[in-house]
């Protein structure tokens, strides 16, 4: 079946402006997940998404960053106002998360590449 | 916080020689770990994981992992390296999402 899917693969955009990335998790998968990966940093956890639930927003860097999931399905990852430091890959994954002995497995889009000029 | 280290930055290995990729890990608990690789390029790909159990499990491209309580280690194995094993390599600890190592770069030297 489809993996997870990412779009943009790239994008670059004048600092200040503000940005969307979108993701298309494996269908059926109740969680979903976005990091950053970046030369500095290493690959960070941003924000979690479990079925209905609020998300969990602890590794998101700044309140420029804020993310909603659609229907429990596609989610939106939106960087306002960007910074040269926004520039990295931005990555989404999912996972059928049901209980703590299961579902830990997540499975990784290609990425979008986010260039902040 | 629980969290792991990969404490080698870059490897070099020459073709079919053994690898082993070093984690050390973080937690109180028994810990859900993985191991995942991205050649250049590419997306993140599981290798294998470990969440209780056997101690010592098998994972795709004939690689393979222990888990030592005693040494709060998960290190990552394979006996026999291939060129296309050039990649880099991340442990992983499941804490809300995945906190993951700084990466291990593996190079293969014909």
């Known amino acids: 079946g489809a993996g997870v899917s990412q779009s943009p693969s790239n994008k670059v955009t004048e600092k200040g402006k503000d940005v969307e990335l979108r993701c298309d998790p494996i269908?059926?998968?109740?969680?979903l997940y976005w990091y950053r990966q970046s030369l500095g940093q290493g690959l960070e956890f941003l924000i979690y998404?479990?079925?209905?639930?609020?998300?969990?927003k602890s590794g998101l860097p700044s309140d420029r960053f804020s993310a909603e999931r659609t229907g429990g399905s596609v989610s939106t990852l939106t960087i306002q106002r960007t910074q040269q430091e926004d520039s990295a890959v931005y990555l989404c994954?999912?996972?059928?998360?049901?209980?703590?002995?299961?579902?830990?497995?997540?499975?990784f889009g290609p990425g979008t590449r986010l260039t902040v000029t | 916080a629980q969290s792991v280290t990969q404490p080698d930055i870059h490897i070099t290995v020459s073709e079919g020689a053994s690898l082993e990729l070093r984690c050390n890990y973080s937690y109180g608990a028994t810990p859900y770990l993985f191991w995942y690789v991205q050649s250049p390029g590419q997306g993140l790909q599981l290798l294998l994981k470990?969440?209780?159990?056997?101690?010592l499990v098998q994972g795709i491209k004939g690689f393979e992992a222990e888990f030592k309580r005693s040494q709060s280690s998960f290190n990552l194995r394979k006996p026999s390296v291939h060129w296309s094993d050039a990649a880099e390599y991340f442990c992983?600890?499941?804490?809300?999402?995945?906190?993951f190592g700084a990466g291990t770069t593996v190079t293969v030297r014909a």
């Open positions: 269908s059926g998968h109740t969680a």
């Open positions: 992983a600890v499941v804490t809300v999402g995945l906190s």
């Open positions: 998404f479990q079925g209905n639930s609020a998300p969990d």
């Open positions: 994954a999912s996972s059928f998360r049901v209980t703590r002995a299961s579902g830990y497995e997540q499975y």
């Open positions: 470990y969440f209780s159990g056997d101690t």
